[in-house]
């Protein structure tokens, strides 16, 4: 799982073989250790008791929930992405983008063998 991050955006990028744990165990996680008991980890999780897409930060866990139907419909099909702008309570936006993760177009060394190729739309992006 790939996890970028501008202001306000955050944007995750998942593999085939995440892609089918997540809809057998309805998550999946990663983790940096900094040393010291410093822990950061993130995750992509279904929540059937949610309606839209969300994001939310604790105690150095970041999570970003999916719907259970968005979810369902987006693992069974060939869509892409599943996109969420969010307005916060200062007026500014939170911009959550999960997407299938596709080969990169400049990086000629990198193992593909785990993303979607046979889903490479007509102009693929480079990472």
Do not use: Y
């Not at 892609?19 to 999780?45: H, P, T, W, Y």
């Not at 930060?57 to 693992?75: C, E, H, R, Y």
């Not at 193992?111 to 190729?117: G, L, P, V």
């Amino acid at each position: 799982m790939k996890l970028r991050t501008t202001h306000n955006s955050i944007r995750i990028r998942i593999r085939k073989s995440e892609l089918n744990k997540l809809a057998e165990e309805r998550e999946i996680r990663e983790r940096v250790n900094f040393g010291g008991q410093v822990m950061f980890s993130f995750c992509l999780k279904i929540d059937t008791s949610i309606e839209k897409v969300n994001g939310s930060f604790k105690n150095g866990d970041l999570v970003v929930s999916l719907p259970g139907k968005i979810a369902q419909t987006w693992i069974a099909t060939n869509q892409v992405s599943i996109e969420e702008n969010r307005a916060l309570e200062d007026g500014e936006h939170l911009h959550l983008l999960i997407e299938k993760d596709f080969p990169c177009t400049d990086r000629e060394e990198e193992d593909k063998s785990d993303t979607f190729f046979e889903l490479v739309p007509d102009k693929p992006e480079a990472c």
